[in-house]
Antibody, heavy 117, light 108 residues
């Protein structure tokens, strides 16, 4: 079965750190991958991109300098290191496969990140 | 504020058709055919319903169709069913925002 499964979410205090992981299975890992988040009751927001070999990364302005996307192709895994977390980072974070040109065909179930004291 | 504009809500009765619009610019929707649509039911992850303006992934009912005219893409759901009640998001390559703001579809 083609799937991605996120993990690593939880409750963290403001200015804290968290690392999200995404394990992929059922397909060759040779795709652009993304993190997309959804704040409670809000719409979808693209967070970060990484290309097939990890040499290119892109971020939404609000997380630049705080979040780092990375991947390990040897174990079909995607990561999001989140530092200096803020209340506005509270959201469900989805790991997403991009089949090309911002077409997202595989979504994980999401992992919830709550930033609160 | 999203660069892709969708109406916040839409509704229709069972069996009717409803169309949701997604308006962008020449840099995104109007500039190519890489427009996709996603369905998100409450508490669930989004699901790809339409890609490249009007193509359906395997398993998506043919009641769902897509089209585009100029800078506006549209998703039409024909023969509405109760299970179609969900949030729908458009996406396009290019531009400053990846996703539209979303449209809540209510089946009356």
């Amino acid at each position: 079965e083609v799937q991605v499964v996120e993990s690593g979410g939880g409750l963290v205090q403001p200015e804290g750190s968290l690392r999200l992981s995404c394990a992929a299975s059922g397909f060759t890992f040779n795709y652009w991958l993304k993190w997309v988040r959804q704040a409670p009751g809000k719409g979808l927001e693209w967070v970060a991109d990484i290309n097939k070999d990890g040499s290119e990364t892109y971020y939404v302005d609000s997380v630049k300098g705080r979040f780092t996307i990375s991947r390990d192709n040897s174990i079909n895994s995607l990561y999001l290191q989140m530092n200096s977390l803020r209340a506005e980072d509270t959201a469900v974070y989805y790991c997403v496969r991009d089949m090309g040109w911002n077409t997202f065909d595989i979504w994980g179930q999401g992992t919830m990140v709550t930033v609160s004291s | 504020q999203s660069g892709l504009t969708q109406p916040p809500s839409a509704s229709g009765s069972p069996g009717q058709s409803v169309t949701i619009s997604c308006t962008g610019t020449n840099s995104d929707v109007g500039g190519h055919n890489h427009v996709s649509w996603y369905q998100q039911r409450p508490g669930k992850a989004p699901k790809l319903m339409i890609y490249e303006v009007n193509k359906r992934p395997s398993g998506v009912p043919d009641r769902f169709s897509g089209s585009k005219s100029g800078n506006t893409a549209s998703l039409t759901v024909s023969g509405l069913q109760a299970e179609d009640e969900a949030d729908y998001y458009c996406s396009s390559h290019g531009g400053s925002k990846v996703f539209g703001g979303g449209t809540k579809l209510t089946v009356l």
